[in-house]
């Protein structure tokens, strides 16, 4: 029965990838990496000195999102905010090296969200960010709704949203809201990586895909990492927020899912984990995209549990391929409870 579940998913993502067609909304955000070694201490400061070896810009936030679906083969675009500066220029040209269609961003005078990690060995050490996380809103907010709107509004041209909120100013509670209710109109699912405490600023989305400690933020008493309570604590936050479904994804126990009636807490592989950065997206894109493809919910989550283990496993942020995912499809450390 496991080898013909295995064998869906793998048909599928051979096969049907190309026709999901995905938009992304939120946080559009550049990451930048220096690798090198540590060898002594700073004669100035007592800091480590690190001999910079090599450097790496990928796609971060909102837009790693739209990494991961791009590389899984799905038709995607992304709307958002971009500054007028050389990192704006940076992630619009990595957008376009990926097939991306950028052409709903919104320039604004002020800078790209950018995050520089510098990386000793596998350990990072130290992190700058460059952001103006004020919410955006009035005519800026307006252009990017309408935007969306053109986008959600042509036949077949998007099958599923996904909201990326990192709480840098894209994802105001009006914002989230007209969007939500316009892709309900369309039937578009709209699924959420939510972010804070305000969660009513979701209310009406499809799916919300939050981690253990996101699941904590919005309860009065924290709970701890068990199949049980985490089901409960679902079941009160989707009613409480009137969400759909919620996939809680729990670290190295895997996540789980509670869609209506549907539940199964889906485990991990016992591996080890260099970084978790980035596997939220991975989690988002691949659920979303097997939504998008029809997919059963609980089909999806263990699709997106199989990649989020692929992920964890690299150092930085990481976007899973379509040939990756396909791999480890036999791999038979993944169960269901």
């Known amino acids: 029965m496991k080898q013909a579940f295995n064998d869906n998913l793998k048909d599928f993502i051979a096969n049907k990838t190309g026709g999901c067609k995905i938009l992304v909304v939120g946080d559009v955000m550049l990451d930048k990496y220096y690798y090198g070694e540590v060898t002594r201490i700073s004669p100035e400061a007592p800091v480590p000195i690190t001999h910079v070896l090599e ?3 990928t796609l971060g936030g909102a837009a790693n999102v739209a990494h991961n679906l791009a590389l899984l083969g799905c038709q995607t675009s992304i709307a958002g905010f971009v500054g007028d500066d050389y990192h704006g220029e940076t992630l619009v040209e990595k957008l376009l090296a990926r097939d991306i269609d950028y052409f709903d961003l919104v320039h ?3 800078p790209t969200t950018t995050k520089i990690r510098i990386i000793g060995g596998h350990q ?3 992190r700058l960010d460059f952001e103006d996380a004020t919410p955006i809103v009035g005519d800026d907010a307006n ?3 309408e935007n969306i709107q053109n986008r959600v509004s042509s036949l077949r041209s998007v099958d599923s949203v996904i909201i990326s909120d990192y709480g840098k100013g894209t994802c105001t509670e009006e914002t989230c809201q007209k969007i939500i209710k316009m892709c ?5 699912p709209v699924v959420v990586d939510p972010k804070g405490s305000q969660w009513s600023k979701y209310s009406g989305a499809s799916f919300i895909t939050p981690n253990l400690k996101e699941l904590n933020d919005v309860l009065t008493n924290p709970i701890k990492n068990t199949d049980k309570e985490v089901e409960l604590a679902a079941r009160y936050v989707t009613k409480k927020f009137n969400i759909g479904s919620i996939i809680v994804t729990r670290s190295d126990r895997g996540l789980t899912i509670v869609d209506g009636d549907k539940v199964s807490h889906i485990k991990a592989k016992a591996q080890e984990v260099f970084d978790v950065s980035g596997a939220g997206d991975t989690v988002i894109a691949v659920f979303t995209m097997a939504i998008a493809g029809k997919m059963d919910s609980i089909a999806a989550a263990y699709l997106a549990n199989l990649a ?7 150092v930085g942020t990481y976007a899973v391929s379509r040939e990756e995912l396909f791999n480890r499809l036999n ?3 993944l169960t269901f409870d």
């Open 55 to 57: 450097t790496k810009e």
């Open 108 to 110: 604004l005078q002020q």
């Open 124 to 126: 990072q050490m130290l």
């Open 143 to 145: 252009n990017l709704l």
């Open 184 to 188: 309900r109109k369309k039937n578009i």
């Open 308 to 314: 989020a283990g692929i992920v964890v496993a690299k």
């Open 331 to 333: 791999d038979e450390g």
